[in-house]
């Protein structure tokens, strides 16, 4: 009779590392992460920027409970105590890794881009929809006076504290 524990194993997914690694680079996760290296590498000891992940609890049309994962894109100056700006927030509305739900946060809550593909704004259904429309987004002036004025706030202080 064969072991419950492997009949178990043999039904649970192979995870191979070509799908791990595929995984890693689709998901929204991954691409938040590559976009946080990109600014830490562009701007050393000016600004970090950094991800966080956190866990959305909202009741289903059935009544059960959902939780899909939440992550947050910041930049973070060191101005006195820190300085933490939230610039944007993904949520993955799935058990899979797509579609996204994308808010910006400037000055207010909106949804991220204009997206004629898709049924409601702010709203990604693929790694290729969402990667563009982030990379469309930080190539915005919002983006780009953002990053600049974190930077400019940075010098200012590190003057003020040679002084």
Known sequence: ????????????????????????????????????????????????????????????????????PVFAFYLQAPIGKGYLYRLLEVEQLTNGLYPVSVKIFQNRTVPLGNNKSSKARGRFESYDEFYSALLNFFQTSFVSNLILNLIGQVELYNESRQG
């Open 1 to 68: 009779m064969e072991n419950i524990k492997d009949k178990i194993k043999s039904i649970l997914p192979e995870n191979t590392p070509e799908t791990t690694r595929k995984l890693k680079q689709e998901s929204p996760y991954g691409i938040l992460l590559e976009f946080s290296e990109a600014v830490n590498e562009k701007y050393t000891n000016l600004i970090t920027a950094r991800v966080t992940e956190s866990i959305k609890v909202s009741q289903a049309q059935n009544d059960s409970e959902k939780q899909n």
